[in-house]
């Protein structure tokens, strides 16, 4: 059992910066990846960046050069560095990991925090 604790949403205007912090905690053995995925009203989830144990990193295009994902291997805590927002950033943003044990990888979520860009 793994429990992801998510801040850092809120309200910003166009072009502005917001940061997303989670941290992960309970049974972990190794976490293989951290990340974010997001879903607007009406829209299915979407990937937006990830980050594995090794460092190694993916971003949806529609976020590349303006959003930096980064970890503290430490405290378990990934974040979601985000700037020139745009009003379609306006999601709930969802953290993910997937924690390997033995032979067994789990896929775990954290409840969202919400994301409005709007002036």
């Known amino acids: 059992q793994v429990q992801l604790v998510e801040s850092g949403g809120g309200l910003v205007q166009p072009g502005g910066s917001l940061t997303l912090s989670c941290a992960a905690s309970?049974?972990?053995?190794?976490?293989?990846?951290m990340g974010w995925y997001r879903q607007a009203p009406g829209k299915q989830r979407e990937l937006v960046a990830v980050?594995?144990?090794?460092?190694?990193?993916i971003y949806a295009d529609s976020v590349k050069g303006r959003f930096t994902i980064s970890r503290e291997n430490a405290s378990n805590t990934v974040c979601l560095q985000m700037n020139s927002l745009k009003a379609e950033d306006t999601a709930v943003y969802y953290c993910?990991?997937?924690?390997?044990?033995?032979?067994?990888?789990?896929?775990?979520w954290g409840q969202g925090t919400q994301v409005t860009v709007s002036s």
């Open positions: 309970g049974s972990i053995f190794s976490i293989v990846a």
């Open positions: 980050i594995t144990s090794g460092g190694m990193t």
């Open positions: 993910n990991t997937k924690n390997r044990r033995g032979v067994v990888v789990t896929t775990y």
